[in-house]
């Protein structure tokens, strides 16, 4: 089954990446180009325009393929306010949450909220258990998992890159389907 390709909770909204996205997508990154190279690889050495439109096709192909389902948070004038995705990297019936948040709009809630929209997804489409991976160094990311009930499973090494802060320790935090246990 297939996540659909607009989530909402009334407040924050998750719409489906559109290859239109480049120019808007290369301008939000590029504001908060130094909150997000600690954490993610792909901002450490700038983003460019062509690299927003090689992600969004990317984008296209996971979709189509199944391989990861991946949202732009948008704000009430499509302004992109970060990225959330459900990918399907790790055993089957699991997904695992993955997101980022532009600088200006961080402490809002917006990564605790699109998470929560995702998980609640992931399980509507059958899968049996999330999971949010972070750099133990993330401390403010680590919080989200907590706040929406996960529990922390353990440590593991990174299987790609981190940025510029990343320890080499990543945190992984698990929920299973409602009254499905632990």
């Given at each position: 089954?297939?996540?659909?390709?607009?989530?909402?909770?009334?407040?924050?909204?998750?719409?489906?990446?559109r290859?239109?996205?480049?120019?808007?997508?290369?301008?939000?990154?590029?504001e908060?180009?130094?909150?997000?190279?600690?954490w993610m690889p792909?901002?450490?050495?700038?983003?460019?325009?062509?690299?927003?439109?090689?992600?969004?096709?990317?984008?296209?192909?996971?979709?189509?393929?199944?391989?990861?389902?991946?949202?732009a948070?948008?704000?009430?004038?499509?302004?992109i306010l970060?990225?959330?995705?459900?990918m399907a990297r790790?055993?089957p019936?699991?997904?695992?949450i993955?997101?980022?948040i532009?600088?200006?709009?961080?402490?809002?809630?917006?990564?605790?909220?699109?998470?929560?929209?995702?998980?609640?997804?992931?399980?509507?489409?059958?899968a049996?258990?999330?999971?949010i991976?972070?750099?133990?160094?993330?401390v403010?990311?680590?919080?989200?998992?907590?706040?929406?009930?996960?529990?922390?499973?353990?440590?593991?090494?990174?299987?790609?890159?981190?940025?510029?802060?990343s320890?080499?320790?990543?945190?992984v935090?698990?929920?299973?389907?409602?009254?499905?246990?632990e």
């Amino acid at each position: 089954m297939e996540p659909s390709t607009t989530l909402t909770d009334g407040e924050v909204r998750l719409r489906r990446w559109r290859v239109k996205d480049a120019v808007v997508l290369h301008r939000a990154v590029n504001e908060s180009l130094d909150h997000l190279a600690p954490w993610m690889p792909w901002a450490v050495d700038g983003y460019s325009e062509a690299d927003a439109i090689a992600y969004l096709r990317l984008c296209q192909e996971r979709w189509r393929t199944g391989e990861a389902f991946d949202y732009a948070l948008v704000g009430a004038e499509e302004e992109i306010l970060g990225s959330a995705s459900l990918m399907a990297r790790l055993a089957p019936g699991a997904l695992e949450i993955g997101y980022w948040i532009g600088q200006p709009h961080t402490g809002r809630g917006l990564a605790t909220r699109a998470s929560a929209l995702l998980a609640a997804e992931a399980f509507r489409i059958g899968a049996r258990s999330v999971e949010i991976h972070h750099d133990q160094a993330n401390v403010r990311s680590g919080k989200i998992p907590e706040r929406l009930g996960f529990t922390r499973i353990g440590t593991v090494p990174p299987k790609l890159p981190g940025g510029t802060a990343s320890t080499g320790v990543l945190v992984v935090w698990r929920k299973t389907v409602p009254g499905a246990g632990e």
